[in-house]
C-alpha cells in the first residue's frame, strides 16, 4: 500500500465550476498535510497547509482534514483556466525529521 | 515569505561530466535541505535530506558517492551529480523548512534540469 495515495486523473471540469482533489495516508502518525500545486516543468509552490481536523479556508480554496478517516482534501471554488496543473498531496510526521512523502498527483483540467 | 533560489535552471552537457546544483535559502537560515528528483509524469522522489555541518542523510537506494551533498553554511547546500550518464537525467529540485514555522511546509527551489547526451 502506497503512503500517501491520489487519483491520477485527469479530472476534468469546467470553468467556474468546484474542483475536488482528494487524498488518503497510510500512517496514523501523520502530523502535517499540504497541498502544492505543479505546472508543467515547474517546482511544486505551496497552496495550502492543514494541522487539525476540519476544514481551512484561503481564497477560492479550502482544505478538509479528517484523520479519523485519514483523508485529506483541496476543494477549488470558482476553477479558472489557470488552475489547470498538477496538484501533489503532501504529509509529514513530526519528528520524522520534517520529510514529506508526497502523492503521486492528480492531474487537473479546468475546461473553458 | 520563505524563498529557495536554485542554480542554474539548465544544464546540457555531455555523458562523463560531473554537475554541481546550488540551493540557497534567501531570507532564512535552513540547517536542513532536501534533495528531490522527479521524472516525467512521475511524482518526487526524496533522494537526500542535507544536514548543516554534517554528513546527508541519503534515501534508500541513492548512491551517496554518485550523488555528493555538501551543506556547508546555515543558507546554502549542494549536489554534485559525479560522473552523470544519460539515465541520470532528470529534474533536480532542492527545499527547504523554515525552522522558525513549527511543523511548517517546505518551500522549493525552481529546480535544474540536467539533460545528459
Known amino acids: 500500500q502506497k503512503e500517501v495515495e491520489q487519483n491520477s486523473g485527469p479530472l476534468s471540469v469546467p470553468e467556474g465550476a468546484i474542483a475536488s482533489l482528494n487524498c488518503t495516508y497510510s500512517?496514523?502518525?501523520?502530523?502535517?498535510f499540504f497541498w502544492y500545486r505543479q505546472y508543467s516543468g515547474k517546482s511544486p509552490e505551496l497552496i495550502m497547509s492543514?494541522?487539525?481536523?476540519g476544514d481551512k479556508e484561503d481564497g477560492r480554496f479550502t482544505a478538509q482534514l479528517n484523520k479519523a478517516s485519514q483523508y485529506v482534501s483541496l476543494l477549488i471554488r470558482d476553477s479558472q483556466p489557470s488552475d489547470s496543473a498538477t496538484y501533489l498531496c503532501?504529509?509529514?510526521?513530526?519528528?520524522?525529521?520534517?520529510?514529506?512523502?508526497f502523492g503521486t498527483g492528480t492531474q487537473l483540467k479546468v475546461e473553458l | 515569505g520563505a524563498v529557495v533560489s536554485q542554480h542554474p535552471s539548465r544544464v546540457i552537457c555531455k555523458s562523463g561530466t560531473s554537475v554541481k546544483i546550488e540551493c540557497r535559502s534567501l531570507?532564512?537560515?535552513?540547517?536542513?535541505m532536501f534533495w528531490y528528483r522527479q521524472f516525467p509524469k512521475q511524482s518526487l522522489m526524496l533522494m537526500a535530506t542535507?544536514?548543516?555541518?554534517?554528513?546527508?542523510?541519503?534515501e534508500q537506494g541513492v548512491e551517496k558517492d554518485k550523488f555528493l551533498i555538501n551543506h556547508a553554511s546555515l543558507t546554502l547546500s549542494t549536489l554534485t551529480v559525479t560522473s552523470a550518464h544519460p539515465e541520470d537525467s532528470s529534474f533536480y529540485i532542492c527545499?527547504?523548512?523554515?525552522?522558525?514555522?513549527?511543523?511548517?511546509?517546505?518551500?522549493f527551489g525552481d529546480g535544474t534540469r540536467l539533460s545528459i547526451l
Open positions: 531570507d532564512f537560515q535552513a540547517t536542513t
Open positions: 542535507s544536514n548543516e555541518g554534517s554528513k546527508a542523510t541519503y
Open positions: 503532501a504529509v509529514s510526521i513530526t519528528g520524522g525529521g520534517n520529510k514529506l512523502t
Open positions: 527545499s527547504a523548512r523554515d525552522p522558525g514555522a513549527a511543523n511548517g511546509p517546505q518551500h
Open positions: 492543514i494541522y487539525s481536523n
Open positions: 500512517d496514523r502518525v501523520s502530523q502535517s
